[in-house]
């Protein structure tokens, strides 16, 4: 309703463009060993999917997955190419999201910029649950400036349903959260309290996963650590980079 016809047909290109430019890179690596665990993951019953999926994971890819399977056939080019169907919304909500605060011109760059990182082109490719995070992060943040700009319950829910989708698609999501936080609190200072709400729907959602599951694994890893003579921070962080 709030975007011409021309726009339209920018970000429908804009789309098309990245999916062929994903398309055609499909078969240019092989399976890992993640993937290949994905795809025989799939080779059970929903049943045997939701045991064999590992407890720092969610099974609703796992499960996607073997519907595409059984609907599109046993075929890496075709599994993958779930990876990228599930990408692409990626790329209308950033434009959405930067659109609102910067304009038209600023979205297409930023849905561009976004799908252009190595790591982005990787993900979007990659048979594993990440690309539901590299899809809903945009999603996330554009239900941010929504909420903020009018808090309502009714857009409360939406975004902390798209937090509960990150917090099931990959462990390795939760800096992201400090990162939205900060977001909001260098962009919107002293409405940062308006948080309360989304985060109270968000725990309402996956406290039960956090005691049953997370706690117990997070007691594992730190057991298991212990046993590893660590360098300093500063001496760790230096020897990453």
Not at 19 to 28: E, F, G, K, T, V
Not at 93 to 104: K, L, N, S
Not at 129 to 150: D, M
Not at 167 to 186: A, M
């Amino acid at each position: 309703r709030r975007i011409s016809t021309r726009h339209l047909w920018l970000i429908t290109c804009l789309v098309l463009l990245i999916a062929a430019s994903r398309a055609l890179r499909i078969n240019d690596f092989h399976l890992d060993n993640d993937e290949i665990w994905s795809i025989w993951q799939t080779m059970g019953t929903p049943q045997q999917i939701i045991q064999w999926t590992s407890p720092t994971e969610s099974p609703a890819y796992f499960l996607l997955l073997d519907a595409w399977k059984h609907l599109s056939g046993m075929n890496p080019f075709v599994l993958r190419y779930l990876s990228l169907l599930l990408c692409l919304p990626g790329v209308v909500f950033m434009y959405r999201a930067v659109r609102r605060q910067h304009g038209h011109v600023a979205g297409l760059v930023a849905s561009l910029a976004y799908y252009a990182f190595a790591i982005s082109q990787f993900t979007s490719l990659y048979a594993r649950s990440y690309v539901f995070a590299f899809s809903v992060l945009p999603l996330t943040l554009w239900l941010i400036q929504r909420y903020f700009h009018k808090p309502s319950f009714l857009r409360a829910v939406p975004l902390a349903l798209s937090l509960v989708i990150l917090y099931i698609s990959t462990v390795t999501i939760v800096p992201v959260f400090f990162l939205l936080g900060l977001y909001t609190l260098l962009v919107y200072r002293q409405l940062t309290w308006l948080w309360w709400l989304p985060v109270l729907i968000l725990l309402v959602l996956v406290l039960p996963d956090i005691l049953t599951n997370k706690l117990q694994q997070v007691s594992n890893h730190t057991n298991a650590t212990r046993m590893f003579a660590l360098p300093p921070l500063p001496t760790a962080v230096l020897e990453l980079y």
